[in-house]
Structure formats: C-alpha cells, structure tokens
C-alpha cells in the first residue's frame, strides 16, 4: 500500500544547524493498517508524515503508494491519494469560508475543478448527512464560517474533509494536541468511527501513549529519525504503557523519554 | 463653495469613481481575495490606458482595443505571477519590478511619454464630453463585471483560487495548485485594471505614462471605503463588490469636494495615502492597544 524505502531528510544541510531529520528510514504499510506512532521531540514524527504529504522533497529514498512512485510528486497532486488532519485547527480549513464550502473544496480533492457551480442543493444534502454524524450540530450551520466554530469542531470538519472520497492513506499529525482533554476524547472517538467505517489506512502521530496503545493494529517508535519500534496485531494488543517506557529508556535518548510523554 | 458648481461636476465624479471602483476592483482580488499586495496596477493601468490609446489611434474599433487592454493586463499580471510564484520574488518586490518594467512598455507602446484620444474625433464609448452616457455605459460595465465574478468566484474553479489566499496549507491538502492559482488571479486582476485603464483614457481623452502614479492606494482606498459602506450589509460577494465600486465613487466625491473647499491639490497624494495608512493601520491599533480581555472558550467540541 504505502511504501517508504530508505527515506532520509537532511535540514539546514552543511550549516552549524543541520539536523538528520529521517535517517534512511524504510516502512511498508498494508491496506487498511492504522498505525499510531509515537516518540519524542525531533524524532522525525511529523517529518516523516510531511514527506509523505510532499510538503518538502526528501534527499534520498523513495515514496510509494500502490506501486506509484510520488516522490517527485507536488504536495498538491499527491492530495489526491492522501487526506491530512495537522496539529493546528487552524491549519486544516479555511477560517474566511462557509463550512460548506469547504466542504466542497475537499469534495474536489485529486479531481478536476472545473467551472461548474461550486455547490448545489445535492451537494448539500450529502454535507448536512456528513456532518450531522458528528454529532455536533453543525449540519444546521452550513453558512457559517468555519472561523468562527471551536477548534474541536474544525478538527472534527478537517477529518470529515480528510476522509471525502476514500483516499489512500490518511494522515493525522497530532490533530488532537491542540484540544482540551474532554474534545481530543470526543475528535478521537470520530477518528475512530471514520477510519473503520471507511476501512482507511491511516498514519496517526500522538504523544499520548495510552492512545498509541488504545487505537490502531500497529504502533511505531520513532527516535532520531529512525523506526525503533515496530509492533502489530496480537503483539501490540497486549502493549503497555510500562512496555513503551522501557523501549524509551533503552533508546537512551534524553530526548525519546521527555516530560511530555511521561506526563501522559 | 458655489453649491451649484459642485453639484454640477457630481456627473463627472461619479464617472470617474466608477472608472476606479472598477480598477479597485481588481485590487481587491489580490489584496483581499488572494491575500496578496500587488503593486503591478500602478503599470498595469498605464498599459490599459496606452494600449487602447493606441490602438484606436491606429484605427481599431474601441470594443476590440478594450479587450485587447484586458488581455495585455492579464499578461502584466502572469509576469509578477511567474516572478512571485516560479522565481520565489516576495509579492511586493514582484509587483514593483514588473511596475517598472511596464514603464519602459508603456513608453514604447505610445512611442512618447503621452498620447492625445480626443473624443471628437474617435469613437470613443466614454468620454466626459458626454457624461450621461458615459454613466450609462460605465453602469452597464460595472454590473457586467460584478455578474462575472460573482460566476466566477462560485465555481469551483473559483473557490479554489478564494481558498489559496484563505490558506494556502489547507489548499494544498485539498490538491489545489496554489501557485498556478495565484497567477491566475494576478492575471485576472490586472487585466481588469488595465481594463479600467481604457476607460479612463477613453474618459480622460489621453493616456499620459504618469497617470498610474499611485493607483493602488486609490484603489486599497475604494476597497477600504467600500467595506465600510457596506459593511453592515451582509457578506454576500456582489454586495461586496458593489462596496468596492460605490467606495470608488465615495472617493472621486470627496475628491472633488475637496478641490472644491479650495484644498491645495498638490497635497492630494499625501492625503489619499495618509488615509488609507490609518485605515490600514486600524485592526492591528485595535488589536494591540485596545485588546478586549479573552473570553475562555470552555470545552465543548
């Protein structure tokens, strides 16, 4: 499905700031695996999803989703296979639009655009379907924008926009950091539900391990820019937060184990 | 003040406010549509005038010679697109260079540094000779592009060019190319200025190099006036537009009256520019010395 083959990325190359950000790091994904992955600060978590999306080129190493090769894709083209949902709820949706239309612009996503209207009364009742599934009472709020809704809610709109279409692969980067407690709980219950109703393959970055543990079939470690963790199915069923602790330890890096992860 | 002799230029003003409410217009694409600040138009404008200037010197009907003035605004713009988007150039810088660049065209598409259009003896559509007519065409351009865009920006072309100056991360993720979208937009938008252009030298009878001296702050002005004019009206894009072009007109009015008063024209480009700076300047004094205590959003998702 999705095929990452000795990737690396190199930041600020040849300055006194250059930091190995994914070191020759390989992974193959199956069709319909939820992965959760874990680690510190600077572990190349979000470096490794931004490759994937095509936000940067990678120095070495290639990209492949079902047996096409997009690693010199533009970050626009790939959006065709891949749906995202970023840290930031503001990041996902734009503020200055109707919840509607951007509803329709992810409707349109890997396809042509075309001068046709934008939305019509169709379009609409497939939105309002959509949304009312979440159970959060936007379906009465089309033509609101979506600058004015909670960041919960604009996390719980990227993912639906995310999931339009059925894509490839589904790329969540700590969507739930940003959220208080009670509405990471709720976005992740979302999460959940629209990743096995649609059976999407999905990469979700967390610093909650009890999250890491709790969803998907496989977890992933990252350290240094390197996979050090790697378990599925059966295996991972049985993980433990005490388990992922003592992976972090042996990793030995001050920065694999920080406050942040123990906190949770 | 002689009320009457006021009143009497009103005709005049309103065709000139149009003229420029239709090239705020295309300032308002960039600046408020795309998020851009493009400072092609003080060229782009000059290359409509010059353009359609010419081209009815040389015998060419005024219908044709304004389509052609939008087509060499679109290319105007496609250059600071491709210096900003292909060659990395910051959207200002972009803007300035392709300006200066023009100034070399427009003189040489005019061969001199002005060109007379006298409308008694071309055939020309607007022209202050005949002001109510004028009105009437400049009426019947204004509604023809406000339709225009309004179709425009609601397909699904268009949106995606509303959501590359929203956010540019989120359109990437949704496969929208924002690069090639801004070029399109610059295009569009230049082309409507130096559309404008033709009608200003067909209005003014002359296209002269300098006339484009400060037309994007007389434009940001429109596009500031006109939201406040509007702005309790909804956000519905055609009120908008309109905004923009009654604040095109809001401002020839207040120019005129103010030439009227008997205030120094030489001090005209200073004042237009002061204003719009306050204007400007306005969000962010609210946001920085009148801050309102935050209100803590609790928990609901």
Redesign the interface.
Known sequence: MLELKNITKIFNPDTANEKVALDNLSLTLEDGDFVTVIGGNGAGKSTMLNAVAGTFPVDAGSIIIDGEDITKLPEYKRAKFIGRVFQDPMTGTAADMWIEENMALAMRRGKSRGFSWAINDKDRRIYRQMLSRLDLGLEDRLFHKVGLLSGGQRQAITLLMASMNHPKLLLLDEHTAALDPKTAAKVLTITKEIVEEEKLTTIMITHNMKDAIAYGNRLIMMNAGKIILDIKGEEKAKLTVEDLLNAFAKAGSDGAANDRMLLN | MDFMNWLAAMPGAVAQGMIWGIMAIGVYITFKILDLADLTVDGSMVTGMATCAMLMVNGWNVWAAMGVAFLVGMVTGVVTGVFHTVMGIPAILAGILTQLILWSVNLKIMGKANQALPARNFDVLVTQLRKYESLVYLALACVIIVAALYW?F???????I??TG??E??????????SFNKVVGLALSNGIVAFSGALLAQYSGKADISDGRGAIVIGLAAVIIGEVIVSRMGHNFVIRLSGVLLGGIAYYIVYQTVIFLGLDTDLLKMLSALVVAIFLAIPYLKKTYFKRPVIE?K???
Not at chain 2, 154 to 160: I, N, V
Not at chain 2, 169 to 175: F, V
């Open positions: 425009f609601g397909t699904r072309y268009g949106m995606s509303r959501a929203c956010n991360k989120m359109s990437r993720a949704q496969g929208i190319n924002t959003q928990g609901e998702a």
